[in-house]
């Protein structure tokens, strides 16, 4: 959760994409200093590290969930759901926020990264006027919401859908689109080490690479993804799975298992990395032609798509959530996702192969597109916002 002195108040600084975001703003903060930026959070031995350098922003630390806790949570919150059968009560995390922020000063916004579309009752009664929700994901379904001064959505599409399925909408939604740190993708290997690099994957220099970069899940569309490129019928069109494809997890599912069976149909045209920190994609990403991203789920906000820009690869995506709004014509190639994505990604693939002067074309617009979503510029219009408060 974050503040706006402005005074703001959010939360995370490490782990997941809203983590990342937080501590990309956090870091901009310590450039610009335009924010009285307080940070409820918990932190582990890494986000220790990284905020014992940071001296602009005030962290308020929680404590982890330990069992005895969540124990005793799970009967007060029973006893509270038989008061308030139809309140919006606060989870563990959000008790411990409150409990941390008691008897501190006024701020000028307060920002739930994430949770409940409707506030918190305890949260939406301590901060009446300045509670805000920042959307990291798109509505698909009918809510109320109440509570909040101010939604910030992270792109129009899911402000759109917010508009769409909230049944009370006096709530003002704003869009405020997120931001990369476009110089740790910004990187260039010689022509030697890039064949070298290849040559390590099992590559050859006439390989036509496709990147994948993403969990293994239905939503990402990656079964439809090993479609396209066994429909292929070319030996040297071959695909490099950043990640691991996770084939001996306990939990598996039919989906994994289908996953399992065609990058075994495929034999040497499928590569994983294995897990590879953020910070290190480039060197995998600068090893291919184009990345794809088939997602088949609404997208708010697709960082890879960004990611990918700012490594000038160019891109084929599917119609999906906001992947047009931070994408465009001249860098992207779009697909519908529908019932015969896998055909369009095919086609698209091919399209690419066969034209290295529209790639190289369509690189430097990503790379030109790239600019538009800096971490700087996410800060600035987030930075508006509080101003308005």
């Not at 450039?31 to 918990?42: A, E, G, K, M, S």
């Not at 010689?190 to 036509?208: H, I, M, N, T, W």
């Not at 697709?302 to 700012?310: D, F, G, K, L, S």
Request: aromatic letters at 8%; proline letters at 4%.
């Amino acid at each position: 959760m974050s503040d706006c002195a402005r005074s703001v108040t959010g939360a995370g600084v490490s782990g997941g994409a809203i983590e990342t975001l937080m501590t990309s703003l956090i870091r901009e903060n310590e450039r610009q200093q335009l924010l009285d930026l307080n940070v409820v959070t918990t932190l582990d031995d890494a986000a220790r590290t990284m905020v014992a350098g940071i001296r602009h922003t005030r962290f308020i630390e929680i404590s982890a969930d330990t069992e005895f806790q969540r124990s005793m949570f799970k009967v007060r919150h029973a006893v509270a759901r038989r008061i308030y059968p139809n309140g919006v009560l606060p989870n563990l995390y959000y008790a411990k926020v409150l409990q941390a922020l008691r008897g501190e000063q006024s701020f000028d916004a307060v920002i739930l990264e994430g949770g409940p579309a409707s506030a918190p009752e305890q949260f939406a009664r301590r901060f009446p006027d300045n509670l805000w929700y920042h959307m990291h994901y798109v509505p698909e379904w009918e809510f109320n919401s109440t509570g909040y001064a101010k939604v910030l959505a992270v792109s129009d599409f899911a402000a759109n859908a917010w508009r769409e399925h909230c049944r009370n909408q006096q709530t003002p939604v704003v869009t405020v689109h997120n931001g990369i740190d476009i110089d740790r993708f910004s990187h260039d290997l010689s022509q030697q080490d890039r064949d070298k690099a290849r040559r390590a994957l099992g590559f050859s220099p006439e390989d036509v690479i496709v990147l994948y970069c993403g969990r293994i899940i239905p939503a990402k569309g990656v079964l439809q993804l090993l479609k396209a490129v066994e429909q292929i019928d070319d030996p040297h069109v071959k695909l490099l799975v950043i990640g691991s494809p996770n084939f001996g997890a306990k939990d598996r599912t039919d989906y994994l298992e289908e996953v399992e069976r065609r990058v075994q149909s495929l034999v040497e045209r499928v590569k994983f990395t294995g897990f590879v920190q953020n910070s290190q994609i480039w060197r995998y990403a600068k090893l291919a032609d184009m990345q794809v991203v088939p997602s088949l789920w609404e997208d708010a906000a697709p960082t890879v798509c960004m990611e990918a820009m700012a490594m000038g690869l160019p891109l084929i995506v599917t119609r999906s959530g906001g992947i047009q709004e931070y994408t465009s014509p001249e860098c992207a190639l779009t697909m519908s996702k529908d019932d015969h994505v896998e055909d369009g990604l095919e086609q698209a693939i091919i399209a690419l192969r066969d034209d290295p002067e529209r790639c190289r074309r369509m690189a430097q617009a990503g790379l030109d597109r790239s600019r538009d979503f800096t971490v700087a510029s996410m800060y600035t219009h987030f930075v508006e916002q509080c101003e308005r408060a």
